[in-house]
């Protein structure tokens, strides 16, 4: 693990009692968070003002407070759990933070992290879930930005949810075998709580849960999940993808995933690269089908891991069939395809109404490594279509001039981008008619990084450049056309 500077905690304050000096809006605001965590809170203000006046009125449904209308002094500090201070000067910062010390209490001053022994972070309530947030006192705006971003993902519902699972714990630990059983029921219950919906407010829903979903697995009976992991970076994940490496015994991910995708994965588990990648060594997709059986049937929790969408293009069909066929349950977790990605990363629409009226998405590539020839090249040809072509660099002469012959006009726009959404991104866009010169422009040996060609009007409005990565500058292509 790399180095924390902070260790995050969770400190029960149910009965503590907690020494605050101070009567303005920030101190308040420290007092109500004491004793919503369930703290005697003691004030220390000879004259509160009027948000503290309100507060200590109206009590807390949590903890309690307890007002000293005089000044704070040394004594008043010992014995308590913690200690805070909104001081208004240096001078009595220091003279709080050194008796708190003195008396063995962790000390906050407010807003002088300086002289503090710990900070208040920003807070995602769903209590019993508690999201705390620190960035160690130095940026709190980023904090609450961070508040915000995690607010927006976490249901309002999930605190009902949280109470549910701790009145069902025992009853599951009772019910259902450690392992699969038992794993199967909390992500299903986890499903749940993500849905939207409230928690039931009896056992019956989630104790039928117990029955069918645990008790109808067998110990060494496990599962595939087909998830995908999106076309780079982790950005693209979906909530569900992450839930699904959450609850992964084993990850069989391919070549091009990244490596910030897998960090999401829980610790314990066990990561295999079973890779497939044009032009390079590879496992064979029967391989990797008798893997996932193996696995599942030693009763593990498998995720395999699919750049992009495992269904497009991503061999799901064949692993689907197998899995099936061996009676193993397998689900799947759709991901943001490459297309869809280019089109975000370009800014350009596929669908354009001026432009297109249908999209195609295409393999450049048949079974025996040739251009596919069951493929509808006339329909390509269409002018009123956007076609997008993956894996299409080493067949790029070959597309240009395929289309050529069936009647796509020679200018006819083109995009092409490899490395879609990662840091060795590259992008070209020019005239149908110089395709190869563009791939070969973009020195894509390098990287060895996929190749999406997208054809079409909609990428006539952008400009004959290339992009290469580093700086992101961009290098005008047009003299070697």
Same mark, same amino acid.
């Given at each position: 693990?790399?180095?924390?500077?902070?260790?995050?905690? @969770?400190?029960?304050?149910?009965?503590?009692?907690?020494?605050?000096?101070?009567?303005?809006?920030?101190?308040?605001?420290?007092? #109500?968070?004491?004793?919503?965590?369930?703290?005697?809170? $003691?004030?220390?203000?000879?004259?509160?003002?009027?948000?503290?006046?309100?507060?200590?009125?109206?009590?807390?449904?949590?903890?309690?407070?307890?007002?000293?209308?005089?000044?704070?002094?040394?004594?008043?500090?010992?014995?308590?759990?913690?200690?805070?201070?909104?001081?208004?000067?240096?001078?009595? /910062?220091?003279?709080? /933070?050194?008796?708190?010390?003195?008396?063995? +209490?962790?000390?906050?001053?407010?807003?002088?992290?300086? @002289?503090?022994? *710990?900070?208040?972070?920003?807070?995602?309530?769903?209590?019993?879930?508690?999201?705390?947030?620190? =960035?160690?006192?130095?940026?709190?705006?980023?904090?609450?930005?961070?508040?915000?971003?995690?607010?927006?993902?976490?249901?309002?519902?999930?605190?009902?949810?949280?109470?549910?699972?701790?009145?069902?714990?025992?009853?599951?630990?009772?019910? %259902?075998?450690?392992?699969?059983?038992?794993?199967?029921?909390?992500?299903?219950?986890?499903?749940?709580?993500?849905?939207? &919906?409230?928690?039931?407010?009896?056992?019956?829903?989630?104790?039928?849960?117990?029955?069918?979903?645990?008790?109808?697995?067998?110990?060494?009976?496990?599962?595939?999940? %087909?998830?995908?992991?999106?076309?780079?970076?982790?950005?693209?994940? =979906?909530?569900?993808?992450?839930?699904? %490496?959450?609850?992964?015994? +084993?990850?069989? *991910?391919?070549?091009?995933?990244?490596? &910030?995708?897998? #960090?999401?994965?829980?610790?314990?588990?066990?990561?295999?690269?079973?890779?497939?990648?044009?032009?390079?060594?590879?496992?064979?997709?029967?391989?990797?089908?008798?893997?996932?059986?193996?696995?599942?049937?030693?009763?593990?929790?498998?995720?395999?891991?699919?750049?992009?969408?495992?269904?497009? *293009?991503?061999? /799901?069909?064949?692993?689907?069939?197998?899995?099936?066929?061996?009676?193993?349950? +397998?689900?799947?977790?759709?991901?943001?395809?490459?297309?869809?990605?280019?089109?975000?990363?370009?800014?350009?629409? !596929?669908? $354009?109404?001026?432009?297109?009226?249908?999209?195609?998405?295409?393999?450049? $590539?048949?079974? $025996?490594?040739?251009?596919?020839?069951?493929?509808?090249?006339?329909?390509?040809?269409?002018?009123? =279509?956007? +076609?997008? @072509?993956?894996?299409?660099?080493?067949?790029?002469?070959?597309?240009?001039?395929?289309?050529? &012959?069936?009647?796509?006009?020679?200018?006819?726009?083109? /995009?092409?981008?490899?490395?879609?959404?990662?840091?060795?991104?590259?992008?070209?866009?020019?005239?149908?008619?110089?395709?190869?010169?563009?791939?070969?422009?973009?020195? %894509?040996?390098?990287?060895?990084?996929?190749? !999406?060609?997208?054809?079409?009007?909609? *990428?006539? &409005?952008?400009?004959?450049?290339?992009? !290469?990565?580093?700086?992101?500058?961009?290098?005008?292509?047009?003299?070697?056309?």
């Amino acid at each position: 693990m790399g180095p924390l500077a902070v260790l995050p905690v @969770f400190f029960s304050l149910q009965g503590k009692q907690v020494a605050l000096a101070g009567d303005s809006d920030a101190a308040a605001w420290k007092a #109500e968070l004491l004793a919503a965590s369930g703290a005697e809170v $003691h004030v220390y203000a000879p004259d509160p003002g009027a948000v503290m006046k309100g507060l200590l009125d109206g009590g807390s449904p949590s903890g309690r407070f307890v007002h000293r209308a005089r000044p704070w002094d040394p004594a008043c500090l010992i014995g308590k759990a913690l200690a805070i201070c909104d001081a208004e000067t240096d001078g009595e /910062a220091r003279a709080f /933070a050194c008796a708190a010390r003195a008396a063995g +209490v962790p000390v906050n001053v407010i807003d002088n992290p300086s @002289f503090c022994d *710990f900070q208040f972070g920003s807070i995602v309530n769903r209590s019993p879930v508690v999201i705390g947030i620190s =960035t160690n006192g130095v940026a709190p705006i980023l904090g609450q930005a961070i508040r915000r971003r995690i607010e927006t993902l976490i249901p309002p519902a999930l605190a009902g949810w949280a109470a549910l699972a701790g009145r069902l714990r025992e009853q599951v630990l009772a019910r %259902l075998a450690a392992g699969p059983q038992r794993r199967a029921f909390w992500e299903r219950f986890t499903d749940w709580a993500f849905s939207g &919906e409230d928690a039931p407010e009896d056992r019956s829903g989630a104790t039928a849960l117990i029955e069918r979903t645990g008790l109808g697995l067998r110990a060494d009976q496990g599962k595939v999940t %087909l998830v995908g992991a999106g076309p780079g970076s982790a950005d693209y994940l =979906t909530l569900k993808a992450v839930r699904a %490496l959450q609850g992964a015994d +084993v990850i069989l *991910f391919d070549d091009l995933v990244a490596d &910030e995708v897998l #960090e999401l994965a829980r610790r314990e588990a066990r990561r295999m690269m079973v890779g497939k990648r044009g032009g390079r060594d590879s496992c064979r997709q029967e391989d990797i089908n008798d893997l996932m059986v193996r696995l599942a049937k030693q009763g593990k929790s498998v995720v395999r891991l699919k750049s992009g969408d495992p269904m497009i *293009f991503g061999r /799901a069909g064949e692993e689907l069939a197998r899995l099936k066929a061996e009676g193993i349950p +397998v689900s799947v977790v759709s991901g943001v395809t490459s297309a869809a990605a280019m089109a975000e990363r370009f800014g350009v629409s !596929l669908t $354009h109404r001026d432009h297109a009226q249908s999209l195609r998405l295409v393999t450049a $590539h048949s079974r $025996h490594g040739d251009l596919p020839e069951s493929v509808d090249w006339n329909g390509l040809a269409d002018p009123a =279509t956007t +076609v997008i @072509f993956y894996m299409g660099g080493r067949m790029a002469g070959r597309i240009s001039a395929r289309l050529q &012959e069936q009647g796509r006009a020679a200018t006819t726009p083109v /995009a092409i981008m490899s490395g879609v959404g990662r840091a060795s991104e590259r992008r070209w866009t020019g005239p149908l008619s110089a395709l190869a010169a563009g791939v070969a422009s973009l020195g %894509l040996e390098e990287t060895g990084d996929p190749v !999406l060609i997208g054809v079409g009007e909609v *990428f006539g &409005e952008l400009q004959v450049v290339g992009t !290469l990565p580093g700086n992101g500058e961009a290098e005008d292509l047009s003299a070697a056309l």
